[in-house]
């Protein structure tokens, strides 16, 4: 069955005027009356009346020049909020004051002047909520009185009344249409009209004069169900590009679909417009053309307002770096890519030095510190650093120029000329952003109209009230009419497609449960049948909604998820005649999106190319090479990673984090132990120290605080409290381990931090030794400081995961090379030696359980020579370029901690390698 427009569209000709439940009703009205025109070979018409009821009623009482003008929603919301927020309740008690408060109190106030509904005199007996709100809504008509404006639920009553004095001219004949249901307010300004002689028809409106009767939905309905609300939804996607593919309109209904939106928006993308599924060609402006979803996302969503409001946000105070940093990098911010490098070295910097929160000044003067280099590594022919110093600048004064307070009026200029002197939007906007713009230009101007009722603000108040604006203002640019339109159930009175696919149809969303105000008496909402109010009116609403939609379409679906919210869920008992589907989830389904994405590369000419190969180094890039042990520990762990690493010089961006840094730690207790064995010099000074009454404890504290003070001079350590904190920390580490060197035979420290360049496999390297000591028999012992876990597992001779031991053991002939693993209370030597008792605890090559592992050695010479002969091959694996994926496997796969997963893509080049837990590490 379809809707008669025949009708309606004579009429409108005749200059019937039309009063809409929606906008969206009135375009589709007025664009079939366009569609009408045209057919005729019309190229110009009249404009029709079709207006939504709000809309009308409106400019109704603007053209009637009453004495008191209409209050705009947004001040009217203000004014309610000031008057809702100052009440005693919040003062007096515990009760925090919400925005939700604000919202629903004032929507309750609406309810009651549209349905006539008043609160009993005494509040003796009525609720806490009610009670607060009769006095709230008092206060409101006293503000509206003293300022000399209408609330917009006055209009309805007022303008009846100047309907029945004459004032207003109005045609013979009114159409209302696609009202479901016609509240009180509605009814008496209806009736005015007909009392005035004029004619009312009804159109997909549920006439007020009838009786209210429970409907039947006795309309044939295919039935499938789904598994979730996912393949729902994507089964439902794949009908709609069949039914495009057809040339039909057809329509998605979804009565929840604040919940299903994003997922239709995903999926609906995937199908019905496949570019989508390649970023770089995604135009969102393109995928409304193919469907529509008639949920319009929050102003606050939509990328262009989202980047305007992180400006704003930006005050004189320093905020988390990742959100500064966020802002800095937004798109309408810059055009020039060297601006982004820029602020991109600005942000690496900042996170090498564990800064959490920055400010402009922060920015501004590490680009002014770092000019000249920046400057020399911007892009050829886009020299722009200095003017984005300038912006930056300007930007940082507009801030340190606001003032304290001011009113709404006067914030609205100063944030205008902030944008204007950072050049937002600073790239060419397509024509929904173009929209979005103006969208954004409107909400400043009902901003600036706030200033009677918020009064003064800060500039973090002023803020805050217009990102809440925008999170509260719907806004979605216009598109041309798409052939699959999206829709909620209300939104589909009056409209006619093809065919319908209701997704969501379970017993949980139709009909919907029932919602009331909490701050009307229930038992007034259910005498008045408000919307929602009891479990009859909302299944009457329902049906009527249903009957309403299955009179426009000449083929309805409906599906449902068996499980949705976590909870079981089955088809709602509202289709009484429902047909199932051939079989369980099935319908006119067409290839799935991965198809159609294969489709679209395998209609392209693709270019083969050899992976995993040899890049040699050059003599000039080997020349640039600059780096210690870490090269070979990189090639051994993963060849890819060496390559990222040192040749292409990539390095993952460090998350700053409260306190100090692992690397921080460690660099401490390293310098306070170089500081320490500088003065104490071996064993003998070591001895004295301890037989001195304290003497030991004031050298450890000596060091300590030097290490501390010379370590915050080139990076950011904590408060003094934490600063205490870490000096007690590693003063207790240092001396528990002197412990374990108080037990050592005789000993001189012969180097510390000394450094040596090494020789390996065609590879030059610069290491730097913790320490050397010469023992009282003249053998040479190598000592490197470790405060993380050690496992000789990654010593293996044949490819160490952990070859700086070995690379150590190149820079001289040493009889035992150790770790000094200094972990509270766990403080001892690990690594090999050639003989026992060289160092407490380290047993010779002959007694360690290790080394009696190893296959290939046989002594502690043979051990060097196997590693020596190790680390040649992993220096010649890294200079001929070999830069393959191929971690090593087994233990402690590198794979777990590695910073390149995205570049290497590990999953897909190697699907059967195994990555160990985060436990594993630890030998």
Same mark, same amino acid.
Request: proline share 6%; with cysteine.
């Given at each position: 069955?379809?809707?008669?427009?025949?009708?309606?569209?004579?009429?409108?000709?005749?200059?019937?005027?039309?009063?809409?439940?929606?906008?969206?009703?009135?375009?589709?009205?007025?664009?079939?009356?366009?569609?009408?025109?045209?057919?005729?070979?019309?190229?110009?018409?009249?404009?029709?009346?079709?207006?939504?009821?709000?809309?009308?009623?409106?400019?109704?009482?603007?053209?009637?020049?009453?004495?008191?003008?209409?209050?705009?929603?947004?001040?009217?919301?203000?004014?309610?909020?000031?008057?809702?927020?100052?009440?005693?309740?919040?003062?007096?008690?515990?009760?925090?004051?919400?925005?939700?408060?604000?919202?629903?109190?004032?929507?309750?106030?609406?309810?009651?002047?549209?349905?006539?509904?008043?609160?009993?005199?005494?509040?003796?007996?009525?609720?806490?909520?009610?009670?607060?709100?009769?006095?709230?809504?008092?206060?409101?008509?006293?503000?509206?009185?003293?300022?000399?404006?209408?609330?917009?639920?006055?209009?309805?009553?007022?303008?009846?009344?100047?309907?029945?004095?004459?004032?207003?001219?109005?045609?013979?004949?009114?159409?209302?249409?696609?009202?479901?249901?016609?509240?009180?307010?509605?009814?008496?300004?209806?009736?005015?009209?007909?009392?005035?002689?004029?004619?009312?028809?009804?159109?997909?409106?549920?006439?007020?004069?009838?009786?209210?009767?429970?409907?039947?939905?006795?309309?044939?309905?295919?039935?499938?169900?789904?598994?979730?609300?996912?393949?729902?939804?994507?089964?439902?996607?794949?009908?709609?590009?069949?039914?495009?593919?057809?040339?039909?309109?057809?329509?998605?209904?979804?009565?929840?679909?604040?919940?299903?939106?994003?997922?239709?928006?995903?999926?609906?993308?995937?199908?019905?417009?496949?570019?989508?599924?390649?970023?770089?060609?995604?135009?969102?402006?393109?995928?409304?053309?193919?469907?529509?979803?008639?949920?319009?996302?929050?102003?606050?969503?939509?990328?262009?307002?989202?980047?305007?409001?992180?400006?704003?946000?930006?005050?004189?105070?320093?905020?988390?770096?990742?959100?500064?940093?966020?802002?800095?990098?937004?798109?309408?911010?810059?055009?020039?890519?060297?601006?982004?490098?820029?602020?991109?070295?600005?942000?690496?910097?900042?996170?090498?030095?564990?800064?959490?929160?920055?400010?402009?000044?922060?920015?501004?003067?590490?680009?002014? !510190?770092?000019?000249?280099?920046? #400057?020399? $590594?911007?892009? +050829?022919?886009? *020299?722009?650093?200095?003017?984005?110093?300038? @912006? /930056?600048?300007?930007?940082?004064?507009?801030?340190?120029?606001?003032?304290?307070?001011?009113?709404?009026?006067?914030?609205?200029?100063?944030?205008?000329?902030?944008?204007?002197?950072?050049?937002?939007?600073?790239?060419?906007?397509?024509?929904?952003?173009?929209?979005?713009?103006?969208?954004?230009?409107?909400?400043?101007?009902?901003?600036?109209?706030?200033?009677?009722?918020?009064?003064?603000?800060?500039?973090?108040?002023?803020?805050?009230?217009?990102?809440?604006?925008?999170?509260?203002?719907?806004?979605?640019?216009?598109?041309?009419?798409?052939?699959?339109?999206?829709?909620?159930?209300?939104?589909?009175?009056?409209?006619?497609?093809?065919?319908?696919?209701?997704?969501?149809?379970? !017993?949980?969303?139709?009909?919907? #449960?029932? $919602?009331?105000? +909490?701050?009307? *008496?229930?038992?007034?909402?259910?005498?008045? @049948? /408000?919307?929602?109010?009891?479990?009859?009116?909302?299944?009457?609403?329902?049906?009527?909604?249903?009957?309403?939609?299955?009179?426009?379409?000449?083929?309805?679906?409906?599906?449902?998820?068996?499980?949705?919210?976590?909870?079981?869920?089955?088809?709602?008992?509202?289709?009484?005649?429902?047909?199932?589907?051939?079989?369980?989830?099935?319908?006119?389904?067409?290839?799935?999106?991965?198809?159609?994405?294969?489709?679209?590369?395998?209609?392209?000419?693709?270019?083969?190319?050899?992976?995993?190969?040899?890049?040699?180094?050059?003599?000039?890039?080997?020349?640039?090479?600059?780096?210690?042990?870490?090269?070979?520990?990189?090639?051994?762990?993963?060849?890819?990673?060496?390559?990222?690493?040192?040749?292409?010089?990539?390095?993952?961006?460090?998350? +700053?984090?409260?306190?100090?840094?692992?690397?921080?730690?460690?660099?401490?207790?390293?310098?306070?132990?170089?500081?320490?064995?500088?003065?104490?010099?071996?064993?003998?000074?070591?001895?004295?120290?301890?037989?001195?009454?304290?003497?030991?404890?004031?050298?450890?504290?000596?060091?300590?605080?030097?290490?501390?003070?010379?370590?915050?001079?080139?990076?950011?350590?904590?408060?003094?409290?934490?600063?205490?904190?870490?000096?007690?920390?590693?003063?207790?580490?240092?001396?528990?381990?002197?412990?374990?060197?108080?037990?050592?035979?005789?000993?001189?420290?012969?180097?510390?931090?000394?450094?040596?360049?090494?020789?390996?496999?065609?590879?030059?390297?610069?290491?730097?030794?913790?320490?050397?000591?010469?023992?009282?028999?003249?053998?040479?012992?190598?000592?490197?400081?470790?405060?993380?876990?050690?496992?000789?597992?990654?010593?293996?001779?044949?490819?160490?995961?952990?070859?700086?031991?070995?690379?150590?053991?190149?820079?001289?002939?040493?009889?035992?090379?150790?770790?000094?693993?200094?972990?509270?209370?766990?403080?001892?030597?690990?690594?090999?030696?050639?003989?026992?008792?060289?160092?407490?605890?380290?047993?010779?090559?002959?007694?360690?359980?290790?080394?009696?592992?190893?296959?290939?050695?046989?002594?502690?010479?043979?051990?060097?020579?196997?590693?020596?002969?190790?680390?040649?091959?992993?220096?010649?694996?890294?200079?001929?370029?070999?830069?393959?994926?191929?971690?090593?496997?087994?233990?402690?796969?590198?794979?777990?901690?590695?910073?390149?997963?995205?570049?290497?893509?590990?999953?897909?080049?190697?699907?059967?390698?195994?990555?160990?837990?985060?436990?594993?590490?630890?030998?």
């Amino acid at each position: 069955m379809q809707i008669d427009y025949e009708n309606i569209i004579s009429r409108l000709e005749a200059g019937t005027l039309v009063l809409t439940v929606n906008n969206r009703l009135s375009r589709h009205l007025a664009m079939k009356y366009g569609s009408v025109m045209k057919a005729r070979g019309f190229g110009a018409w009249p404009t029709p009346t079709v207006l939504p009821m709000g809309a009308w009623l409106a400019e109704e009482w603007r053209l009637s020049m009453a004495p008191r003008p209409l209050l705009t929603p947004v001040r009217a919301a203000a004014l309610w909020e000031r008057i809702t927020a100052s009440d005693e309740i919040f003062k007096s008690s515990e009760l925090a004051f919400d925005q939700s408060i604000a919202y629903k109190s004032y929507e309750a106030y609406g309810l009651c002047r549209e349905y006539g509904l008043r609160l009993n005199e005494s509040t003796l007996y009525l609720s806490e909520e009610a009670a607060a709100f009769k006095r709230w809504s008092a206060l409101y008509d006293k503000e509206l009185e003293r300022l000399g404006f209408i609330d917009q639920s006055h209009l309805a009553d007022n303008l009846a009344s100047l309907i029945r004095e004459g004032s207003i001219d109005l045609p013979e004949e009114i159409i209302i249409a696609g009202f479901d249901e016609i509240k009180p307010s509605y009814r008496a300004l209806i009736k005015a009209l007909e009392d005035m002689g004029k004619r009312i028809i009804y159109f997909q409106s549920r006439d007020p004069n009838e009786a209210q009767v429970d409907l039947k939905l006795d309309e044939a309905v295919l039935i499938s169900t789904y598994p979730t609300e996912l393949d729902e939804v994507r089964s439902a996607a794949r009908w709609a590009r069949s039914e495009c593919e057809k040339g039909l309109k057809s329509a998605v209904v979804v009565p929840n679909l604040s919940r299903y939106r994003a997922m239709i928006e995903r999926e609906f993308s995937a199908e019905l417009y496949p570019e989508s599924m390649l970023p770089a060609s995604f135009d969102r402006a393109l995928a409304s053309n193919v469907f529509n979803i008639s949920l319009a996302p929050k102003l606050a969503e939509h990328p262009l307002a989202a980047s305007a409001l992180a400006l704003l946000s930006v005050g004189p105070s320093r905020m988390e770096l990742e959100k500064l940093s966020s802002i800095l990098f937004s798109p309408y911010l810059h055009k020039s890519p060297s601006d982004y490098l820029a602020l991109a070295r600005a942000d690496a910097s900042f996170r090498k030095d564990n800064m959490q929160r920055a400010g402009l000044s922060q920015v501004v003067r590490f680009l002014e !510190d770092n000019q000249g280099d920046l #400057e020399l $590594s911007a892009l +050829p022919d886009l *020299p722009s650093l200095p003017s984005l110093i300038d @912006r /930056l600048r300007a930007w940082r004064q507009v801030i340190y120029d606001a003032p304290r307070r001011a009113l709404p009026g006067q914030w609205a200029k100063y944030f205008i000329d902030l944008m204007k002197r950072l050049g937002w939007p600073a790239i060419t906007l397509n024509s929904a952003e173009y929209q979005t713009l103006n969208a954004w230009k409107k909400l400043f101007e009902n901003f600036a109209t706030l200033d009677e009722m918020t009064g003064l603000m800060s500039r973090a108040e002023a803020v805050s009230k217009i990102s809440r604006m925008a999170r509260e203002s719907s806004f979605q640019p216009e598109s041309p009419d798409a052939p699959v339109q999206v829709l909620g159930l209300r939104e589909t009175v009056g409209l006619d497609f093809d065919s319908v696919w209701i997704i969501g149809a379970h !017993d949980g969303a139709l009909p919907p #449960e029932s $919602s009331w105000n +909490p701050f009307i *008496p229930l038992d007034l909402q259910r005498a008045a @049948r /408000l919307p929602g109010s009891t479990p009859e009116v909302s299944r009457a609403f329902t049906l009527h909604l249903l009957k309403g939609l299955l009179a426009g379409a000449t083929k309805v679906w409906a599906s449902s998820p068996k499980i949705s919210e976590d909870k079981e869920r089955r088809l709602s008992t509202l289709f009484a005649n429902p047909i199932p589907a051939e079989g369980e989830g099935e319908g006119p389904l067409a290839d799935s999106a991965h198809s159609l994405l294969r489709r679209l590369f395998e209609e392209r000419d693709l270019e083969e190319m050899e992976g995993e190969v040899d890049i040699p180094i050059s003599a000039e890039e080997l020349e640039g090479i600059r780096g210690g042990t870490s090269i070979l520990k990189d090639q051994s762990a993963c060849p890819f990673r060496a390559f990222v690493s040192h040749r292409l010089r990539a390095r993952a961006l460090n998350e +700053p984090k409260p306190g100090l840094q692992a690397t921080e730690h460690g660099t401490i207790t390293h310098l306070a132990l170089m500081k320490f064995w500088k003065r104490v010099k071996g064993s003998d000074g070591l001895r004295e120290l301890t037989n001195e009454g304290g003497g030991l404890h004031g050298v450890v504290k000596e060091v300590v605080i030097e290490a501390l003070e010379e370590t915050a001079k080139r990076s950011s350590l904590p408060g003094k409290e934490q600063g205490n904190l870490e000096r007690d920390r590693v003063e207790k580490l240092i001396l528990e381990w002197l412990a374990v060197e108080s037990t050592r035979a005789g000993f001189e420290v012969k180097d510390l931090e000394r450094s040596f360049q090494v020789k390996v496999g065609g590879l030059s390297l610069e290491v730097t030794v913790d320490r050397i000591d010469r023992l009282e028999t003249g053998q040479l012992v190598l000592i490197d400081y470790k405060t993380g876990r050690i496992n000789k597992k990654d010593w293996n001779p044949e490819r160490p995961l952990e070859p700086q031991l070995p690379i150590y053991d190149l820079t001289d002939d040493y009889d035992a090379l150790a770790f000094a693993a200094i972990l509270p209370g766990d403080c001892a030597f690990k690594g090999v030696a050639a003989e026992d008792d060289l160092l407490p605890g380290l047993k010779g090559f002959d007694s360690d359980y290790w080394c009696k592992k190893l296959e290939t050695v046989d002594d502690y010479e043979g051990l060097r020579n196997e590693w020596h002969t190790a680390l040649d091959i992993l220096g010649r694996e890294f200079t001929r370029g070999l830069c393959k994926v191929e971690p090593q496997t087994g233990g402690n796969s590198p794979c777990t901690y590695c910073d390149y997963k995205t570049l290497c893509m590990i999953s897909r080049l190697r699907p059967g390698l195994e990555t160990a837990e985060e436990g594993e590490l630890d030998g």
